[in-house]
């Protein structure tokens, strides 16, 4: 029973992290309270499995040539929408101008640091850490392999853990390993999936932070800007395809 996992692991994480893929995963942590504050990839599109390896190469040089202006080109289509060409990470809530309005790009990055920071700080603090992806079609995932590498190297010691969660996916599945869980649906995704506790998230439920965890978590939080919460016109077509 793949809903079951966290019964089989036998720990409940001090963090819990989405790789992005689409925001659903980042959407579930958040109405479910477990999202304790704003991180680099919650609101983040990306291509697939391709995307997740160039990541967990990022991570290995402490993101140093993630998201620069160099690399961002105009997602047709998607106002103010951004796409990293050196990762396929792309940014469809980050921007409020034209990349070429002065200051647009500092704005971005003042931000992006800020949680980039703040995301090596909680793992560095945390013991245990779960990563998400949840994504709008299959991917595989070995690209997860790749990330769980390289986090082992960089903070050995520490328990990783890793949930993919993919929509319009056939078969439909739900299994896990010691390390790695995967939940398959054949469905597609809804509105509720962005705004509302749903079944196939329910791996999730049982989940509480330690007291430990919160105090720490209470170092790490500070207010910032909420993405909107539909999307704007302009994109409908795009989010309908890719994801959030």
């Known amino acids: 029973d793949g809903w079951r996992l966290f019964d089989d692991w036998g720990l409940s994480p ?37 995307a997740i390896e160039k990541l ?17 080109e105009a997602i047709p289509g998607v106002r103010f929408g951004y796409k990293d060409k050196m990762t396929g990470y792309s940014f469809i809530h980050h921007f409020k101008a034209e990349l070429s309005q002065p200051g647009e790009f500092k704005r971005f990055d003042t931000v992006l640091q800020r949680r980039l920071a703040r995301l090596r700080k909680a793992i560095e603090l945390s013991d245990s850490v ?50 790695f869980g995967v939940i398959r649906l054949p469905r597609d995704r809804t509105w ?11 791996f999730l439920d049982g989940i509480r932070y330690s007291d430990s965890a919160k105090r720490w978590h209470g170092t790490l939080t500070d207010r910032e800007e909420r993405p909107p919460e539909s999307p704007k016109p302009v994109s409908k077509l795009f989010h309908s395809i890719f994801g959030r």
């Open 130 to 179: 779960l990563f998400l992806v949840s994504r709008t079609w299959k991917i595989d995932e070995k690209c997860l392999v790749a990330m769980d590498e390289t986090c082992e190297r960089i903070w050995p010691g520490k328990t990783f853990r890793y949930v993919l969660l993919t929509y319009n996916s056939q078969p439909a599945e739900a299994r896990h390993s010691a390390k």
């Open 192 to 202: 509720y999936d962005l705004h509302e506790k749903v079944f196939e998230w329910s």
């Open 56 to 72: 967990a190469e990022q991570f290995a040089a402490g993101f140093s040539g993630f998201a620069r202006q160099e690399n961002l």
């Open 14 to 50: 001090d963090l819990i992290v989405s790789l992005g893929g689409d925001c659903i995963a980042a959407s579930q942590i958040k109405v479910r309270g477990l999202r304790p504050f704003s991180l680099p990839f919650d609101w983040c599109s990306s291509d697939g499995s391709s």
